[in-house]
């Protein structure tokens, strides 16, 4: 498959498809829905709806050109013994991290609400990574997956801009990845910090990445198509 054109700022880039993964982060109930672990830190979750049907655009554009594609989620061992007790027991949340919820326990690995939002389930063979931190490349074999495939470029979308998203941006820039985010595939609880979150992505030239959207990723993609 040949290289395609991503339009993309601060400036457009060359992507080679067998070398691209798109990383979807943490589009989980826990985050989209009411009675989740965003809720339970007073946020309305209402907002992260918007990054759903673009998400749901990257995916099936991605799938159809037969990217890696990576599904993350954050959660805890049922135990939560991986779980630092900072994270747990940080601020004054209505529900902390493992507390019964409508969805089962917040934020813990194999309840309701660590689930992908159905309509972006993954499909078998595409990676579900389970991730205890923001970033996904803390204490994941994502760094070892990446290499397996060859990877070169992370196509990153999900939420939260400012929390998730960017954690693993910076964590994938620090690695030698590049890594774009596609900004109405992403979402935050703060609409502010989602756009400036945008912008010091790709301040200074693309300090560390660059900004793209949902459409271009597919146009960008179904270029490669016709070409092959
Ligand atoms: N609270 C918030 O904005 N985000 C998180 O806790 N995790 C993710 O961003 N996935």
Request: hydrophobic fraction near 40%.
């Amino acid at each position: 498959m040949s290289e395609v054109q991503l339009a993309a700022e601060p400036f457009d880039l060359a992507l080679n498809p067998l070398r691209t993964a798109l990383v979807i982060i943490d589009m989980q109930r826990d985050f989209l829905e009411p009675g989740g672990f965003g809720e339970t830190l007073g946020n309305d979750v209402s907002l992260l709806q918007a990054a759903v049907e673009p998400c749901r655009r990257a995916l099936e554009a991605a799938r159809r050109a037969g990217l890696l594609v990576i599904h993350t989620r954050e959660g805890h061992r049922p135990d939560l013994s991986d779980a630092p007790p900072a994270k747990v027991t940080r601020g004054a949340p209505s529900k902390r991290i493992g507390d019964p919820g409508p969805m089962g326990r917040i934020l813990i690995r194999g309840e309701p609400g660590h689930d992908i939002v159905p309509s972006l389930s993954p499909a078998p063979g595409e990676v579900v990574l389970d991730k205890p931190g923001k970033g996904a490349f803390h204490q994941t074999d994502l760094a070892q997956i990446l290499m397996v495939h060859d990877i070169d470029t992370l196509i990153v979308c999900g939420v939260t801009t400012e929390v998730c998203v960017h954690t693993t941006i910076r964590e994938g820039n620090d690695r030698g990845y590049r890594c774009v985010a596609l900004g109405d595939a992403c979402a935050s609880y703060f609409p502010e910090f989602h756009r400036v979150g945008l912008e010091m992505i790709k301040a200074q030239g693309g300090i560390f990445g660059w900004v793209s959207d949902a459409e271009s990723f597919a146009t960008a993609l179904s270029a490669a198509q016709h070409a092959a």
